[in-house]
């Protein structure tokens, strides 16, 4: 089912949401406000503003480190997740978890983890869950293209196509892993291509364009909800950051930089709803402030919020 004009705006709204969520970080990050680790997902808002419009309530997400705009988008609070990355108490895992780990049972958010690639199995376990249970309920686990390498990839595609499970793999490969570019990753072009040794369908969509991306992956999620089993599907995408914050990036080129840049994907959305009359220019600045707000919101709390103590952090750490 295509968008309809309130959903294209909508689909706009998480993208520009996920952005400015990622500029707190970069902002939090630069002022020595929080610690730890950033990976930013500038670059990544399409896929993931798609997904969560896509999903039901009662559906499992399985995101993984640079698909912060899903986690938004389906509905967990800007402030706790930014608490929960900068370690604080009101986090959505009491600041135990961090940036790496983020669940939320409320929103039926099970990922990230730190482990390259372990979010896969889980999804493959969610869905079995939803066979079994009938539930009817579909999974969308995402992960880039470093961690189709890992064998948990492998084993947890083979097991999901055998079990015909209602799984969508959703692959961003934004063509680095860390600082390796994809041809000493691995010697394929696409990792869609993978699909076929599973019995799977393989699609490759334009990770930049969120209206293929909400087309082709709601294809997918029907197709699993209707028992016919899992897709993977392939976004080819870019991150507009270092792999993480503060990496010097001196292992690609100005050039590929600056022309993945012009393309930046939420810039060139908006523009797309304005140039088509879609919507004005008033009706999205007004959706943007109250983004603004939030996000404004999320910082002042996060910041006002307590680091767990000591005997919280360890409570849950049984060896
Ligand atoms: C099993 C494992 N190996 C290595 C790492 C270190 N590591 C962290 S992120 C990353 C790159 C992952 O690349 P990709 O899956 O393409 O995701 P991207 O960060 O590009 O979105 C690596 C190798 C890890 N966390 N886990
Ligand atoms: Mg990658």
């Known amino acids: 089912m295509s968008l309809n004009n ?13 952005r400015k969520f990622e500029e707190s970080l970069d902002k939090l990050f630069a002022e020595n406000k929080l610690a730890g680790w ?27 480190h640079r698909s912060r705009s899903s986690i938004l988008g389906r509905g967990l609070a800007a402030k706790h997740l930014l608490a929960e990355i900068m370690g604080k108490k009101t986090g959505c895992c009491n600041g135990v978890g961090g940036e790496a780990h983020i669940m939320d ?7 990230t983890g730190g482990i390259i690639g372990s979010n896969i199995p889980i999804g493959v376990g969610l869905a079995y869950s939803s066979k079994l249970s009938k539930n009817n309920n579909v999974v969308i686990c995402g992960f880039g293209e470093g961690g189709s390498n890992r064998g948990a990839f492998h084993e947890a595609l083979n097991m999901a196509a055998i079990w015909d499970l ?71 995408t870019y991150r507009l950051k270092g792999h993480y914050e503060g990496d010097p990036m001196n292992y690609r080129s100005k050039e590929e930089m600056e022309k993945w840049a012009k393309r930046d ?41 307590e680091y767990p103590s000591q005997s919280e952090v360890l409570a849950n750490v049984y060896a």
Request: proline letters at 4%.
């Open 166 to 236: 209602p799984i969508v793999f959703v692959c961003e490969n934004n063509y680095y892993a860390e600082f390796s570019p994809q041809h000493e990753q691995m010697k394929i072009e696409n990792v869609a291509d993978r699909a076929a040794s599973y019995g799977m369908e393989g699609i490759i969509i334009d990770g930049y364009d969120p209206l293929e991306c909400h087309h082709v992956i709601e294809k997918a999620v029907s197709h699993a909800r209707n028992g016919k089993g899992p897709t993977l599907i392939e976004a080819k």
């Open 38 to 64: 950033i990976h930013s997902c500038k670059g990544h808002e399409s896929t993931g503003a798609a997904i969560s419009l896509i999903l039901k309530k009662s559906d499992y997400l399985v995101p993984y």
């Open 105 to 111: 049972p409320v929103t039926n958010i099970y990922g």
């Open 265 to 305: 994907p939420v810039l060139i959305f908006k523009k797309q709803l304005l140039d088509t009359s879609l919507t004005d220019l008033q009706t999205l600045e007004r959706l943007e402030a109250i983004v603004n707000d939030e996000i404004d919101e999320a910082v002042e709390f996060a910041l006002n919020s």
């Open 6 to 18: 309130e959903g294209k705006i909508e689909l706009y709204r998480r993208m520009y949401l996920a």
